[in-house]
């Protein structure tokens, strides 16, 4: 990633992060800005689910706290590390990628699904707290993309479900694809990062506090 923003003749920095550690967060940013100068956007990216395609009673403990932790604490750990500094500023935009997992409340993957509902609910709380101090926070909700998530839920739905016997993973994604996206066609990473470029803009200035459904309509509200 830092390679292909370097050929755009912009400069990039990579750095390790738990984003589930405070400690972690905190000498992120603060690297970013050494490096950089300052920070405008915070996008908060990271997320990962456990046991795709199971239902609630065969999750863990583990499986909770963990995607608890990778998708909604690291969302308050990285919001509260970088307050302080955009309301010094008075400016600052905060991106959280959400998903319509949250809204749809969707099955077969309860802690991904609670977590990133969550996710939601916090950008509307900051984005209360933080218009104030003239900051946006919005989320972004992505649908279906072919992503490792999908292909293990799609194998899980076609070992386990007599609609999809017979179908390899793909088959079974590409009828999700026609059975709930209205458009007829899967969301792709370019999408989300369009949606998150327009909320960076000033075109966006007043824009807050937003769930933005990236999902060929499949959630229309």
């Given amino acids: 990633m830092v390679k292909e923003v370097e050929k755009l003749g912009r400069k990039a920095v990579a750095m390790r992060c738990d984003v589930t550690k405070a400690a972690d967060v905190k000498a992120s ?32 403990e583990e499986d909770w706290d ?7 604490k690291s969302v308050f750990l990285t919001c509260k590390e970088i307050a302080p500094y955009f309301i010094e500023r008075k400016a600052g935009r905060i991106i959280n990628i959400a998903s319509i997992a949250g ?19 916090f950008t509307r709380v900051l984005a209360k707290e933080l218009a104030v101090h003239g900051i946006t926070v919005n989320a972004i909700c992505p649908g279906v993309l072919w992503t490792a ?16 016997k017979g179908m390899t993973a793909r088959q079974v994604f590409d009828k999700r694809i026609a059975d709930i996206i209205p458009l007829k066609r899967e969301q792709t990473p370019e999408d989300i990062g369009w949606a998150a470029t327009f909320l960076a803009s000033d075109e966006a ?16 509200h």
């Fill in 29 to 60: 940013l603060d690297g970013v800005k050494k490096e950089l100068g300052r920070i405008d956007i915070l996008v908060n990216n990271a997320g990962m689910a456990s046991s795709p395609g199971m239902p609630f009673t065969n999750n863990t």
């Fill in 66 to 72: 963990k995607t608890y932790a990778v998708n909604l």
């Fill in 103 to 121: 809204p749809l409340a969707a099955p077969t993957m309860p802690p991904y699904s609670v977590a990133k509902g969550g996710v939601i609910t």
């Fill in 149 to 164: 998530f999908w292909e293990n839920l799609a194998q899980y739905l076609a070992d386990t479900n007599p609609v999809f």
């Fill in 205 to 220: 200035r007043n824009i807050t506090g937003q769930a933005l459904n990236v999902d060929g309509g499949s959630v229309m």
